[in-house]
């Protein structure tokens, strides 16, 4: 094997282990066909996995991009491309612990007060309730309770949305609880809400007034014309370029996700590998893993300098350990135990 086919091999392995826009999504990838000049090499997968980004990465097809262009309708406000490319301020602490904030979907809103923590401390809270219910053997558990507003910590998530609604009711400003219910609508919750895209897309739209990048985010996902085949968002017509403007605006607003997707999306149908790896570069730096392999494929391709790439590392592992602790860690290994659960509870009555 010469070098130039080993490293094409490699940045092919790369770019088909490159993180996914979210978790616990279940699909079924579809059979892929590689052509060569000698024989054919058919590779199936049929299992259930993550959504995995979109392996044509290497292999852009411009006819598709000229469809999602023509498809395109509406008026798509600009982006000042400046502030697009600035590495975003650095996130709130949590009011607990005091360190930084992970990404969102690692912290827990509080609908009772509007308060963000991340999740250790919210384990925390929990387990601490716990210990002292057992050692003042409790005959009626205690349940823990919110350390700013002191309500009890909701029980279930039928409890939970209840109070969402009632903070969007009592607080109609507050874009966080409109963010989580607009994703929640969009999504459904089994037997907790009914899924009703026009009322969550509504909502997510309501939030993004109020400047919620979270729900910028959602709604690069819902037009993301990549995430067509996953049925997430029915109903909702693919955009290319609505999707690459709400993206825009979230990874102005600090989401490392959004912004390696805008990557994902750039490299897919525009074809520029400095703007491309300038996202990836971002995102890398933000903590987000999946875009550090991305850099390191910039790295390979000569598009990235060895000082940058350097930087970025740094840069990487310096977010990476500001939002970690031990409790959290604990949090996210548990949280995930649930998430697992969960599914195998919604296999299980399918």
């Known amino acids: 094997m010469n070098m130039s086919t080993k490293n094409n091999s490699l940045v092919a392995e790369?770019?088909?282990?490159?993180?996914?826009l979210k978790l616990g999504?279940?699909?079924?990838?579809k059979r892929v066909k590689k052509k060569r000049a000698k024989k054919d090499i058919k590779a199936t997968t049929d299992t259930y996995s993550p959504t995995p980004l979109f392996a044509t990465m290497?292999?852009?097809?411009?006819d598709v991009a000229t469809e999602l262009f023509q498809g395109t309708s509406g008026h798509i406000p600009s982006v000042d491309k400046t502030s697009l490319f600035v590495k975003p301020d650095r996130k709130e602490d949590c009011p607990v612990c005091l360190l930084v904030l992970p990404e969102f979907n690692l912290c827990h809103y509080k609908a009772c007060c509007g308060k963000i923590i991340c999740l250790g401390c919210m384990k925390g809270i929990i387990d601490e309730q716990n210990e002292r219910n057992k050692a003042e053997k409790l005959k009626s558990n205690k349940l823990p309770l919110c350390p700013f507003c002191r309500e009890?910590?909701?029980t279930s998530g039928e409890e939970r949305m209840s109070r969402l609604h009632s903070r969007v009711y009592a607080k109609p400003d507050d874009c966080n609880a409109l963010a989580i219910l607009g994703f929640w609508y969009s999504e459904g919750k089994r037997n907790i809400i009914p899924q009703d895209i026009k009322y969550g897309i509504e909502l997510l739209l309501r939030a993004t007034e109020l400047g919620s990048s979270q729900a910028y985010a959602s709604l690069g996902d819902a037009y993301n014309p990549l995430l067509a085949e996953s049925g997430e968002y029915p109903g909702v017509e693919k955009d290319l370029l609505r999707s690459v403007h709400y993206y825009e605006m979230a990874a102005i607003?600090?989401?490392m996700k959004a912004r390696f997707n805008l990557g994902?999306?750039?490299?897919?149908f525009f074809f520029d590998d400095s703007i491309t790896f300038k996202h990836f570069q971002i995102a890398a730096s933000q903590g987000f893993d999946q875009a550090l392999k991305a850099v390191q494929i910039g790295y390979m391709k000569g598009v990235i300098s060895k000082g940058e790439f350097e930087a970025t590392l740094r840069e990487n592992y310096e977010s990476k350990t500001a939002v970690n602790s031990i409790q959290r860690t604990e949090a996210y290994e548990f949280w995930c135990i649930q998430q697992r659960y969960d599914l195998f509870t919604l296999r299980s009555e399918l």
Not at 14 to 20: A, Q, R, T, V
Not at 264 to 268: D, F, G, S, T, Y
């Open 14 to 20: 790369l770019y088909s282990d490159m993180g996914k």
């Open 25 to 29: 999504t279940c699909v079924k990838k």
């Open 58 to 62: 290497i292999q852009p097809e411009r």
């Open 152 to 154: 009890p910590v909701e």
């Open 253 to 255: 607003g600090g989401e």
């Open 264 to 268: 994902v999306l750039n490299n897919r």
